[in-house]
Structures are given as C-alpha cells and as structure tokens.
C-alpha cells in the first residue's frame, strides 16, 4: 500500500473538483494557486482577482506580457472574453458582499470549529501583512483551505484552538490537505474522503480534533501518475 | 468659511514666488512639471498613495517628492514598496513615520529596515477595509460596522455590536491630506480613466483626499473623453500632471 501523501499539484487537482460549474471564484496563494489548471474540462468558472478582475484568465506568454493586467501577485495574466476590469473597493463589494461563490485559501491552521489562521506565523520577523483574506475568508459563500495536513515538525495543522493570529472565526467549509478532505459542521469535523493508500485512523492520528466518520470513507479519485 | 482648495497651489506659488504657477487661474488644474505639482507638500502631511501589484502606481509623484524632501509624512498605501521603487525610496530617505497598510510586502526593504529599527508607527488594515474606509470618508460616513476581522487582533479597542444575531466592529472612515495617484488619461477639467488593473485603489483615493494630484500618461482637450467612460469624475481631481508610466519589479 502506498503511503505517499500527495503532492501541491495533486491536492490541486482534488480541489479543483469542488468548482461548480458557472461559479465566481478566488483562489489565494500558495496551492490555490495551482488549482486554475485542474479545472475540468466540462466545468466553466470566472475566476476573480481583488485588484479589481472579473473573468481572469491563465498567465500572459513570454513576450505578450501587458504590466497592467497583473493577478493579486504581480504575474501578468490574461482577460477572457466577458471580462470585465473595477476598482479594488468594487472587487472588495464582491468579496465581502457574499457574492464570490466559492473561495480558496492557503492555510496555517484550522481549528474545529472553522477558525482559519493563515496571515502570520508568531514570532515571525517583520511587519507581517493581512491583504485581502479577511475579507475573503468572512465573505465568501463556501471557503475551501488547502494544506499539508501537518506542519514541518509533524504537528498537526488542524486543531482544537487556532494558536497563531486569526484570518476569521468559524469561516472555513471545507479543508483538502495531502492526507484528506474534511468538511467543518456544527457536529465537528466530518471525513469526507483519505487520499489513497491512508486509512481514517491514520488520517485521525495526524489530526489534533476528533474526527467523525463512517465505516467506509471513500478513496479521493485522482488521476494515475 | 470655505477654503477652497483649488486656490491653494495658487496661494502658495504666490507666497512662495513660484511665477509659473502663481500665473495659473484658479480653475487651472494641469501643471507643467512633477516638481512643481509637488511642490508645496509640507512636512507631516498624511498621502494616500494609488497602486497594486506593481500597476497603477503614481510613481513619477513618489520620485517627485523624493527630491522635493517632505518630512515626517504619513502614508495610507496597499503595501511599502519594491527596494527602492515604488515608496521604497521614500522610506530609505527616511521621509515616512506614520503607515497604514493591508499589506506592507515581502519586498519592501526599506520599510522594514525602519520597522524594525522602531521609527514607523504601523497600523494594518484587511484590504477590502482599508478600500471601504476610504470610501467612507469620500462619502461623508464617519465610521461603519464590518464584520472583517471579528475575534482576530484587527478588532482591538473596536467597539463591538451584534446585529440581526451577528458580531460586528466599528470601523473608522480613513482620509488624507493628500492623494497621489495614477491614471491612463486626463482632460483639462481633471475626468479621469484608468486602464485595465491599473485602476485598483487610485478612483476610491481621489475621494477620500482634500487634494488629489493625479499623474496620467496623456491630457486630452476637455470633452475628448466619452462622458459614459469616465471613472473618477474632475470633481474629485486637483491637480493633474503629464508624466510617462514607470514601472519597478
């Protein structure tokens, strides 16, 4: 049995099968990122930027870059045909507004409850930065956190009580990380899916709150590599 | 009594003996040089500073005031600069003490050379509150219920409501002396349009500013512009200077 957990890419790929079709979204930094090039090929979705675009599309070719048209992390992007350019109080109307259908969001920590911490590691140097994800994480309709499930150490990165500053309280739908998928519900946390060749005690034993789950947890289905 | 500030340049240029700018009407709005549309910016001012992702940043404003000296300045900006570019050099020549900013920047060197060193008084703001505060002041709001930051160390000594069953904290409408910002074009009444992400902050700061000084790529004759595109309205625009786009990384 392998116990490989999986890669950025592939926790990139699982999350991109949560994107409804027709659905306004903002994916953040991190393996957000990643997820624009695993949209399914039936699926359709208008990705928002809080720069101020509606309707982004994939990164600029060499050579064709416009320094203008930049995502939320200066690469120089593309305008898909029904795109549309406001400023950032309006893309901020779109975020808190509740009018983003779906929102993902690298994570530090998520506590049982949904509490995401993903601005600033305690102690860190510096000033540290907040930039749209307050806004993001209060008003988006569903928030989905990517993560490894653990942090470099081996502790558990979902837990009981967020620890490090927090983005927002009781926010976070739903956490896809190299082991698992969850969602957060009033009952706690319920294990939805285990990545391949993980069993739900294995998956629990790296987790710091009780997980809820039925006797068969599905297999996350991604493709072969 | 009204002081209208579109009279000031001119009272300044008179009082300075700046002739260029004293002869100007006083519905004059194009000015004929960074340096001179800067010129009067005094020591302890608070500039809002347009720009995002490296679009959009009025960057021949900031190099202006960088020569011009101004001390003691406050800045309400998305984020601190790139090494020197961008309001990078205005922290290295130490002109800034006071910031609020969503998001300061792994590349602001400087700022955080004098973060560090304890000389910058530092206020961070979630960005999309940061926009709306702004735009409060524009609008004559003098303070406003976000459910943003709720429960995490944003809401510190904010006052704290529950409406229809939710927690909210009162946030403060955030204004400046000064707005410096970037657009595509200008016509001579100062009817602005911005291209592409270039616009992010810059529309929201002319509001919220007593006087907004609006750098452009190109003026155009008043009524060139289509009246259906314009964004930020001359209403809110000051002074207007011509000056090619400068881009950092």
């Known amino acids: ?225 | 009594m009204t002081y209208r500030i579109i009279a000031e340049h001119i009272y300044r240029a008179i009082r300075d003996k700046n002739p260029e700018i004293a002869k100007m009407t006083l519905r004059e709005k194009v000015f004929p040089t960074i340096d001179a549309v800067v010129a009067d910016i005094p020591d302890g001012a608070t500039i809002m500073f347009g720009g995002f992702g490296g679009a959009g940043f009025p960057n021949n404003l900031i190099q202006g005031l960088a020569r011009q000296g101004a001390r003691d300045l406050g800045v309400i900006s998305n984020n601190c600069g790139t090494g020197e570019g961008e309001l990078g050099i205005l922290f290295k020549n130490n002109q800034i003490r006071r910031v609020v900013a969503a998001f300061p920047g792994p590349g602001a060197k400087y700022f955080q050379e004098q973060f560090d060193a304890g000389k910058i008084e530092l206020e961070l703001v979630p960005q999309g509150i940061l926009c709306e505060r702004m735009r409060a002041f524009g609008a004559g709001i003098p303070a406003f219920f976000s459910p943003v930051g709720v429960g995490t160390e944003v809401a510190r000594g904010k006052e704290e409501r529950l409406i229809r069953g939710k927690r909210y904290i009162l946030e403060q409408a955030l204004g400046a002396d000064y707005a410096f910002i970037r657009a595509y074009r200008a016509d001579h009444m100062g009817n602005l349009i911005y291209r592409k992400a270039a616009r992010n902050f810059n529309p929201i700061m002319a509001t919220a500013a007593k006087s907004t000084i609006v750098e452009v790529e190109e003026i155009l004759a008043t009524g060139a512009l289509d009246p259906e595109a314009i964004i930020t309205p001359s209403i809110f625009v000051d002074r207007i200077v011509q000056a090619p786009g400068k881009r950092y990384v």
């Open chain 1, 1 to 225: 049995m392998s116990r490989a957990r999986l890669t950025r890419e592939q926790i990139a790929e699982r999350s991109a099968l949560e994107l409804p079709d027709g659905a306004y979204v903002n994916l953040g930094w991190g393996i957000p990122n990643l997820i624009a090039s695993y949209v399914p090929a039936d699926v359709t979705v208008y990705f928002h930027s809080e720069n101020g675009i509606l309707g982004m599309g994939p990164r600029a070719k060499p050579g064709e870059e416009d320094f203008d048209l930049v995502d939320a992390m200066k690469v120089p992007v593309t305008l898909l045909p029904g795109g549309a350019y406001f400023s950032q109080d309006d893309a901020h109307v779109m975020t808190r507004g509740g009018h983003l259908d779906i929102c993902i969001l690298g994570g530090l920590q998520v506590s049982a409850r949904g509490d995401l911490a993903n601005w600033r590691v305690p102690g860190a140097k510096g000033a540290g930065g907040i930039g749209g994800a307050m806004d993001i994480s209060v008003g988006a309709q569903k928030l989905i956190v990517t993560m490894e499930h653990t942090a470099k150490d081996g502790s558990p990165k979902i837990v009981s009580t967020c620890s490090y500053p927090l983005t927002a309280i009781e926010c976070v739908d739903t956490i896809i990380t190299d082991v698992a998928v969850l969602d957060v519900t009033p009952e706690g946390l319920v294990l939805r899916e285990v990545a391949p060749g993980f069993t739900p005690e294995e998956v629990q034993a790296l987790t710091e709150p009780k997980l809820r789950y039925s006797v068969h947890v599905p297999v996350m289905a991604l493709k072969p590599r």
